[in-house]
């Protein structure tokens, strides 16, 4: 064997070593991450005066409406962790549907997810997903509904305005109806990613509904500290 062939062998079993390195490094990794993200709360009103004829909602605060709009598997399993952060609260989760059916009964949490993606490799999987969760003390459905058929834009430059949509629809509505619980809270995720290398033992879909989560925590906590 000439010493050519060597230095060729010899860099090939280097590149071979490195390339296995770099795909057990992949397939070992999990993360997640949004190209943007952004939450926003705005709390309840306070009325000193008592003769304004200012009422309150919901009709109950101890029940959570829940509902998901996104496809499955997505759905279900941001269904199920919206539901244990509630039930960590205290309170108690119904999963809904339509929920104008109702407005102003109970707390209302909505996610809405309209875009979604999934990519399977040889070393990793990964989905993705951009949406917005709304949630209002009160329970108002029909401003979050409204806000949706209004138009909502999923890009970098709009969709902090289009979750502003939400809260400003609630506010306006509640004004109107002289409700003074007006706590009301957004989060949004631009392209949130969940990537898991094929030799870890986690779920993608669960790592993402546990990030959307999470926001609902932060959201409860400070709506019982403001109580």
């Known amino acids: 064997m000439s010493s050519m062939r060597r230095i060729l062998l010899v860099l090939g079993i280097v590149v071979l070593m490195v390339l296995s390195i770099v795909g057990i490094a992949v397939a070992s990794d999990s993360y997640v991450l949004s190209n943007l993200s952004g939450a926003f709360q705005r709390d309840g009103l306070t009325i000193v005066e008592h003769d304004y004829n200012w009422t309150s909602a919901p009709e109950n605060p101890n029940i959570v409406y829940v509902a998901v709009w996104t496809p499955n598997p997505y759905r279900e399993y941001i269904e199920n962790a919206l539901v244990r952060v509630v039930e960590k609260h205290g309170l108690k989760p119904v999963i809904v549907d339509d929920v104008q059916n109702y407005d102003l009964k109970g707390r209302l949490v909505l996610f809405y997810g309209p875009v979604v ?45 289009s979750s502003e949509k939400f809260c400003g629809a609630d ?42 989560a999470s926001q609902l925590d932060q959201f409860l906590t400070s709506d019982s500290n403001e109580a």
């Open 117 to 161: 993606g999934w990519d399977n490799r040889l070393l990793y999987r990964e989905v993705s997903i951009s949406g917005i969760l709304y949630y209002s003390y009160a329970g108002d459905a029909k401003s979050a509904v409204d806000a949706i058929n209004s138009g909502l834009v999923f890009s970098e430059t709009e969709i902090s305005r």
């Open 171 to 212: 506010m306006n509505r509640l004004m109107e109806l002289r409700i003074a619980n007006q706590t009301c809270a957004v989060a949004y995720w631009l392209g949130l990613k969940a990537k898991v290398g094929k030799l870890k033992r986690a779920d993608p879909y669960g790592m993402i509904a546990g990030e959307i």
